[in-house]
T-cell receptor, first 116, second 113 residues
Framework: GAVVSQHPSRVICKSGTSVKIECRSL??????MFWYRQFPKQSLMLMAT?????????EQGVEKDKFLINHASLTLSTLTVTSAHPEDSSFYIC????????????FGSGTQLSVL | GQQLNQSPQSMFIQEGEDVSMNCTSS?????WLWYKQEPGEGPVLLIA?????ELTSNGRLTAQFGITRKDSFLNISASIPSDVGIYFC?????????????FGKGTLLTVNP
């Protein structure tokens, strides 16, 4: 299947700092990428839809100024958690849409964010 | 939005046993996707289903797209310890072009050697 690379896999930061997470489609172009958040033992919650060359679409309740999304190229989307606080600690996962007759969604390996 | 009801919530089985889990919805889905997630990793796509009635296999895994388009099941035959993980069903929200996925709450599978 298609490969989605997410980096870093784990990050620990101090409260008040900003953290950038990268999501790359390695062997295909992804005009649409999605960012999810997952709490322990829970399902994935969609945070936002990232479209190449345009503004991201955020789900209800997700602060766009807190979670900055940039999708500047067909293979890269970034999520920046600004002024992180302990309650932002979570597992963040990106995914990329593979267009075609039989569409699929492939996921990155996730980023565990711990804010101290 | 649409909701997926996935069951069972968890399963504890012995190595070699067969496993069955399913997802149901009150609304129609045109695609069913089954993922497996291991601790600290992103979900990995196991099987994708696109037609009502479709039965698809991937090794020891078999999944079917229900005729009514409102359900799907995933079977794992002759389970092995590395089958441990959380299995999610998912389907794209209807009416939109952005392919937003709705996920079931997952089935936690534990396999005892």
């Amino acid at each position: 299947g298609a490969v989605v690379s997410q980096h870093p896999s784990r990050v620990i930061c101090k409260s008040g700092t900003s953290v950038k997470i990268e999501c790359r489609s390695l062997d295909f172009q992804a005009t649409t990428m999605f960012w999810y958040r997952q709490f322990p033992k829970q399902s994935l919650m969609l945070m936002a839809t990232s479209n190449e060359g345009s503004k991201a679409t955020y789900e209800q309740g997700v602060e766009k100024d807190k979670f900055l999304i940039n999708h500047a190229s067909l293979t890269l989307s970034t999520l920046t958690v600004t002024s992180a606080h302990p309650e932002d600690s979570s597992f963040y996962i990106c995914s990329a849409r593979v267009w075609g007759i039989n569409e699929k969604l492939f996921f990155g390996s996730g980023t565990q964010l711990s804010v101290l | 939005g649409q909701q997926l009801n996935q069951s069972p919530q968890s399963m504890f089985i012995q190595e070699g046993e067969d496993v069955s889990m399913n997802c149901t919805s009150s609304s129609i889905f045109n695609t069913w996707l089954w993922y497996k997630q291991e601790p600290g990793e992103g979900p990995v796509l196991l099987i994708a289903l696109y037609k009502a009635g479709e039965l698809t296999s991937n090794g020891r895994l078999t999944a079917q797209f229900g005729i009514t388009r409102k359900d799907s099941f995933l079977n794992i035959s002759a389970s092995i310890p590395s089958d441990v993980g959380i299995y999610f069903c998912a389907g794209p929200d209807s009416g939109g072009s952005n392919y937003k996925l709705t996920f079931g709450k997952g089935t936690l599978l534990t396999v005892n050697p």
